[in-house]
Nanobody, 121 residues
Framework: QVQLVESGGDLVQPGGSLKLSCAAS?????????MRWFRQIPGKQRELVAV????????SYSQSAKGRFTISRDDVASMLYLQMNYLRPEDTAKYYC?????????????WGQGTQVTVSS
């Protein structure tokens, strides 16, 4: 049974920092999966925030996240992280962890339940 569990969401003041974590279990060959952070505001589409590719560890970020957020992973522990600095009110959203893999046979996507980040004074 695949499970992704996010944690670390909180209420933080503008300019503050948070580190989100995602604990993965039951994913075979975790290191080969692309791991992604998305966020969503009620009534809006889920937005891709950051990606760290499997095997290559190549990272990419949305324009909004670039320079402020850092994605990382620990394949030994099957963990994904998102360090968020200089947080803004517009970063308020529910943040989701996603494990994604495409091969010649199928596409696999696993999601967590999300963790709420609220940036407000």
């Amino acid at each position: 049974q695949v499970q992704l569990v996010e944690s670390g969401g909180d209420l933080v003041q503008p300019g503050g920092s948070l580190k989100l974590s995602c604990a993965a279990s039951g994913i075979p060959q975790f290191s080969t999966f692309d791991m992604r952070w998305f966020r969503q505001i009620p009534g809006k589409q889920r937005e891709l925030v950051a990606v760290i590719q499997g095997n290559t560890y190549k990272k990419s970020y949305s324009q909004s996240a670039k320079g402020r957020f850092t994605i990382s992973r620990d394949d030994v522990a099957s963990m994904l992280y998102l360090q968020m600095n200089y947080l803004r009110p517009e970063d308020t959203a529910k943040y989701y962890c996603n494990a994604h893999q495409v091969d010649s046979h199928k596409t696999s996507d696993y999601w967590g339940q999300g963790t709420q980040v609220t940036v407000s004074s």
